[in-house]
């Protein structure tokens, strides 16, 4: 098919009719959407609760609310919280008679604090007050404490700004029906993760010596005694963990552990080292898929685990004298950021959050039957059904999956999104989205960041789950360390050029687009190549030179890049879009939040001065209070309609 040939978008007829009088995705269309996360199960299997954010006219960022719904058919969730900001974090107590979570409200002087709320009914109670707030509650499974990680010392001033180490995050635990909080660690131990044993006497912790966020990078795994106490290391680790369960009888722990690219829980291979010392054992190696959370069963023998396998998420169950690995769902996305299941104690039931192309998040519950042989099965209920505007007036084209070969002889996974409609003679432009992380991975969800918006204007999206990506276990993860910008960009020209073998898309007006690492990408991109003629840039390194020196996480360019920067700074000149600039023809739109910390602003003003001086067009915008990623309704919809605008112009 030629480029003056006529284009019929490649969608079903079924998927046509269903698509007939809804309405299309465009600036702000998103705005009413609400947003669902971290689903937490009653002991009992009865009820549910899970954060909601949504917009409100009063207030320029979504707010969160705590919402609650029984598990019983029929029943309709309702919000039980009512805090003015965020409301976050909920946790059944054991017993099932108390909801704790996470609340700023009125006199906490903006910090998050600690309340319970009675689950038959009445208002929530302030249980105790840190001068710097809360995060991370969860109650020891004999209900006799609630921990919560805190920040110390005082909060640094801004007049002078002192630049120094960060503050510790310290565990602490309460006594229920008590206010007095009671440390837990040692002063000098920053607690990224933890978990109870399941006779609540000790806690296992993800932990660095260092207070930095870039010391989570080189964290150890720990245990202590629940009241507080001497902390004993139990490993030996070279890259991070998470996902840390504590086997029954309280002599194993099981983590996930891979090298990943940003502080949060990550996904890899399945690990499980004794309590007392010794060797962890690695139960996944050259597993195909991502492993990213585990519990044990009741047996001690099997553990519950989801993953990430290419572009969905699954359910399973592994053996831990062989390492076998029996699917239970193998195409159930859960959560874009972290996977994870909220289990009864005998992991019969449990809660998550379940998205696809034709619903949005909500509250689901499965229940697990066969579960004691091979043959087990899940069985899916839908708790909420809390976008039924988004759901059934939304006109979003069906994403198609697919899968190409690309250097090495490696397949890569992606999505291929068709216009809605296109108008014009020919084929379609097309926009390559390129997904930050790298460690992260793209999921065949309901309204993926900007994709349904191309969509709707005309554009057909391709979105590749490039070398670095999980979904494809360990081995393809770790293909992008020391190689940023090499492969995984060859994955995505692949991917450009198998849509236009297929006379899919126009091979003459092809834009590339991303954010964080998908903006580092999209700015080295266009620095190798000129087969893009469009291109935004979002929160984007240019210069690893000056994110090594400025940014809160240079651990992750030395690891990612496998050069101490001291050492060896040609490597960072050789892998910075900065030092190329000068060969960039292509048309550049440059997004950034202005207290981005992760990846600082001077990226994008580096990356945009050398543009203007090669007289290059070029636009950049830097969205005020905004982090690393946007957050205020004005500024996504400005974000959203400069976009369009860019993209209409130049491609």
């Known amino acids: 098919m030629n480029k003056s040939s006529t284009f019929t978008p490649h969608i079903a007829q079924s998927d046509q009719q269903a698509m007939a009088g809804r309405v299309p995705i465009g600036p702000g269309t998103m705005d009413i959407l609400r947003l669902v996360e971290d689903a937490n199960l009653s002991a009992d299997g009865q009820r549910v609760a899970f954060v909601v954010w949504e917009y409100v006219p009063d207030q320029p960022k979504r707010r969160a609310r705590i919402w609650v719904g029984e598990t019983a058919a029929g029943a309709e969730p309702r919000p039980v919280s009512k805090g003015p900001r965020e409301d976050t974090n909920p946790r059944w107590s054991p017993d099932g008679q108390q909801l704790a979570f996470i609340s700023v409200q009125e006199g906490d002087k903006g910090k998050p604090q600690l309340y319970v709320l009675p689950a038959a009914g009445g208002e929530a109670k302030l249980v105790c007050m840190l001068p710097n707030g809360v995060s991370d509650v969860e109650w020891s499974p004999d209900g006799s404490r609630i921990a919560f990680v805190s920040l110390e010392g005082e909060e640094p001033g801004k007049d002078p700004l002192v630049i120094g180490p960060e503050r510790a995050r310290r565990l602490w635990t309460v006594r229920a029906g008590h206010d007095v909080p009671e440390p837990v660690t040692p002063a000098g131990v920053t607690v990224w993760e933890y978990a109870w044993s399941a006779d609540s006497q000790q806690l296992a912790l993800y932990y660095s010596t260092g207070s930095d966020k870039t010391d989570w990078y080189r964290g150890q795994i720990g245990v202590l005694p629940a009241n507080g106490g001497a902390l004993r290391q139990v490993t030996q680790l070279t890259?991070?963990?998470?996902?840390?369960?504590?086997?029954?009888?309280?002599?194993?722990?099981?983590?996930?552990?891979?090298?990943?690219?940003?502080?949060?829980?990550?996904?890899?291979?399945?690990?499980?080292?004794?309590?007392?010392?010794?060797?962890?054992?690695?139960?996944?190696?050259?597993?195909?898929?991502?492993?990213?959370?585990?519990?044990?069963?009741?047996?001690?023998?099997?553990?519950?685990?989801?993953?990430?396998?290419?572009?969905?998420?699954?359910?399973?169950?592994?053996?831990?004298?062989?390492?076998?690995?029996?699917?239970?769902?193998?195409?159930?996305?859960?959560?874009?950021?972290?996977?994870?299941?909220?289990?009864?104690?005998?992991?019969?039931?449990?809660?998550?959050?379940?998205?696809?192309?034709?619903?949005?998040?909500?509250?689901?519950?499965?229940?697990?039957?066969?579960?004691?042989?091979?043959?087990?099965?899940?069985?899916?209920?839908?708790?909420?059904?809390?976008?039924?505007?988004?759901?059934?007036t939304w006109a979003q084209v069906p994403s198609e999956r697919i899968s190409?070969?690309?250097?090495?002889?490696?397949?890569?996974?992606?999505?291929?999104?068709?216009?809605?409609?296109?108008?014009?003679?020919?084929?379609?432009?097309?926009?390559?989205?390129?997904?930050?992380?790298?460690?992260?991975?793209?999921?065949?969800?309901?309204?993926?960041?900007?994709?349904?918006?191309?969509?709707?204007?005309?554009?057909?999206?391709?979105?590749?789950?490039?070398?670095?990506?999980?979904?494809?276990?360990?081995?393809?993860?770790?293909?992008?360390?020391?190689?940023?910008?090499?492969?995984?960009?060859?994955?995505?020209?692949?991917?450009?050029?198998?849509?236009?073998?297929?006379?899919?898309?126009?091979?003459?007006?092809?834009?590339?687009?991303?954010?964080?690492?998908?903006?580092?990408?999209?700015?080295?991109?266009?620095?190798?190549?000129?087969?893009?003629?469009?291109?935004?840039?979002?929160?984007?390194?240019?210069?690893?030179?000056?994110?090594?020196?400025?940014?809160?996480?240079?651990?992750?360019?030395?690891?990612?890049?496998?050069?101490?920067?001291?050492?060896?700074?040609?490597?960072?000149?050789?892998?910075?879009?900065?030092?190329?600039?000068?060969?960039?023809?292509t048309p550049t739109l440059i997004l950034h939040g202005e207290n981005d910390e992760c990846v600082p602003v001077n990226q994008a003003y580096a990356f945009y001065r050398a543009l203007r001086e090669r007289a290059v067009p070029v636009e950049m915008v830097v969205y005020p209070r905004e982090g690393h990623g946007p957050r205020e309704r004005a500024h996504l919809r400005d974000m959203d309609e400069r976009i369009l605008r860019w993209l209409e112009q130049y491609l």
């Open 239 to 392: 890259r991070q963990a998470s996902g840390l369960t504590w086997s029954p009888d309280g002599t194993r722990l099981a983590y996930i552990s891979g090298e990943w690219s940003d502080p949060c829980r990550g996904a890899g291979d399945l690990f499980v080292v004794p309590v007392e010392g010794g060797e962890a054992h690695n139960l996944t190696p050259g597993a195909d898929r991502s492993l990213s959370w585990c519990r044990w069963f009741p047996d001690g023998q099997r553990l519950l685990y989801t993953a990430w396998s290419g572009v969905t998420q699954q359910i399973g169950i592994l053996n831990e004298a062989d390492g076998m690995l029996e699917t239970l769902a193998d195409d159930f996305v859960m959560n874009s950021h972290w996977p994870a299941l909220s289990t009864t104690p005998d992991l019969r039931a449990f809660a998550t959050v379940h998205t696809s192309q034709q619903y949005p998040d909500d509250a689901w519950l499965g229940e697990l039957s066969g579960a004691e042989g091979p043959g087990g099965s899940i069985a899916w209920r839908r708790l909420s059904r809390l976008n039924p505007i988004p759901e059934e």
């Open 404 to 585: 190409y070969e690309s250097d090495d002889g490696w397949r890569i996974d992606a999505l291929f999104t068709p216009p809605l409609h296109h108008n014009g003679a020919g084929l379609p432009p097309l926009i390559a989205f390129v997904h930050g992380g790298p460690s992260w991975a793209y999921t065949d969800d309901f309204a993926s960041f900007w994709t349904h918006m191309l969509s709707s204007a005309g554009y057909a999206v391709l979105r590749p789950n490039i070398r670095g990506s999980w979904g494809r276990g360990v081995a393809f993860a770790d293909a992008v360390v020391g190689d940023m910008g090499g492969k995984d960009l060859q994955d995505v020209l692949r991917g450009v050029d198998y849509l236009v073998e297929r006379g899919l898309v126009d091979g003459d007006r092809v834009g590339i687009a991303g954010w964080s690492y998908g903006g580092f990408m999209a700015a080295w991109a266009i620095t190798q190549t000129t087969r893009f003629k469009a291109a935004i840039m979002g929160a984007g390194v240019s210069d690893f030179h000056s994110f090594h020196a400025q940014s809160d996480i240079p651990d992750w360019d030395v690891r990612f890049l496998g050069a101490p920067m001291l050492e060896q700074p040609e490597v960072y000149r050789k892998r910075s879009a900065i030092t190329y600039a000068g060969h960039v023809t």
